[in-house]
């Protein structure tokens, strides 16, 4: 069984920063993906970043190239997502989840595990 624990998350003022964590229990392989997903009013849940846990492969939405970086810890089984230059349209609730699937994924229906969602707002 594997159980993801998220911290992080507040509000924030536009070119802020924050760090998301995700503490993952469980299985876990160097093969295998980890991402963060996130879910704004009105809008689908949406990939932001993914991982392997080698940490040699990443993928991330265009809309945070640049400004956000995925990581990982192997040591602590964590997952890190730090945020940069944040802006209002990075208002979401933020998910942490993770896949047995290999090689990077970036569909929803690949990953069975979740966290809970934190909330990430940036005001103007």
């Known amino acids: 069984q594997v159980q993801l624990v998220v911290s992080g998350g507040g509000l924030v003022q536009a070119g802020d920063s924050l760090r998301l964590s995700c503490q993952v229990s469980?299985?876990?392989?160097?093969?295998?993906?980890m991402a963060w997903f996130r879910h704004a009013p009105g809008k689908e849940r949406e990939v932001v970043a993914t991982?392997?846990?080698?940490?040699?492969?990443?993928d991330y939405a265009d809309s945070v190239k640049g400004r956000f970086t995925i990581s990982t810890d192997n040591v602590n089984n964590t997952v890190f997502l730090q945020m940069n230059s944040l802006k209002p349209e990075d208002t979401a609730v933020y998910y942490c989840?993770?896949?047995?699937?290999?090689?990077?994924?970036?569909?929803?229906?690949?990953?069975?595990?979740w966290g809970r969602g934190t909330q990430v707002t940036v005001s103007s």
């Open positions: 989840a993770a896949s047995f699937a290999l090689g990077l994924r970036t569909m929803r229906k690949d990953y069975g595990y």
């Open positions: 469980g299985r876990t392989a160097s093969s295998w993906p």
């Open positions: 991982i392997l846990w080698s940490g040699d492969r990443t």
